[in-house]
């Protein structure tokens, strides 16, 4: 089955250490996204790639970085992480048609703790 | 500013009916999603409505009112799996995505 797929599960990290989050996808959708979830919240866009084109969110950390180095495949890079990082990140995509209706595929998450 | 509210939780009984009220004020309107949020899991799409009325699918049906900036999400037949967050957004005029943060449910036997 077609999906979007997201390594790994849990992720534990200490303070100030970089950590990489990885996203893939058989979809072959243009669009992927990075949201931030913290619990009981609303996600929050971090950024998005528009095939290679990349849109930054105006109020996303500089600490946040993201790569895309194909179709197939996205990484989240949390170059310093504070405690205020502990969240799920959800890796999205879709196809980037543009119309009203499209619709977005989620993978199942990281959930980042640091400690 | 932009915003969607929603109500942070709300409880019901297995069998019965629920309804999830969504109001939205947004910088123009593209249209409306509701996902679904098991604990500790991703959103999956639920509906979409873009025009005034009611959308029905299966158990689940949803509801648009433009001119008053208003959705609701009506949930039938209550089953347990039915806990969830159960997410409203708006796709506003640029097409980006506006999130509420959620309406926790609460299934009692």
């Known amino acids: 089955d077609a999906m979007v797929i997201q390594n790994p599960r849990y992720q534990v990290t200490q303070f100030g250490k970089p950590v990489t989050l990885s996203c893939s996808q058989t979809l072959n959708h243009n669009v992927m996204y990075w949201y931030q979830q913290k619990s009981s919240q609303a996600p929050k866009l971090l950024f998005h790639y528009y095939d290679k084109d990349f849109n930054n969110e105006a109020d996303t950390p500089d600490n946040f970085q993201s790569r895309r180095p194909n179709t197939s495949f996205c990484f989240l890079d949390i170059r310093s992480p504070g405690l205020g990082d502990t969240a799920m990140y959800l890796c999205?995509?879709?196809?980037?048609?543009?119309?009203?209706?499209?619709?977005?595929?989620f993978g199942s998450g990281t959930q980042l703790s640091v400690l | 500013g932009q915003n969607i509210d929603q109500p942070t939780e709300m409880t019901a009984t297995e069998g019965a009916i629920v309804q999830i009220n969504c109001t939205y004020q947004?910088?123009?309107?593209?249209?409306l999603f509701w996902y679904q949020q098991h604990a500790g899991e991703a959103p999956t799409f639920l509906s979409y409505n873009v025009l005034d009325g009611l959308e029905e699918k299966g158990r689940f049906s949803s509801f648009l009112s433009r001119s008053k900036g208003y959705s609701y999400l009506l949930l039938k037949e209550l089953q347990m799996k039915d806990s969830a967050s159960y997410l409203c957004a708006v796709k506003n005029s640029n097409y980006q995505l506006i999130w509420g943060a959620g309406t926790k449910l609460i299934i009692k036997p």
């Open positions: 999205a995509t879709s196809s980037g048609e543009g119309r009203g209706n499209e619709k977005l595929f």
């Open positions: 947004t910088s123009g309107f593209n249209g």
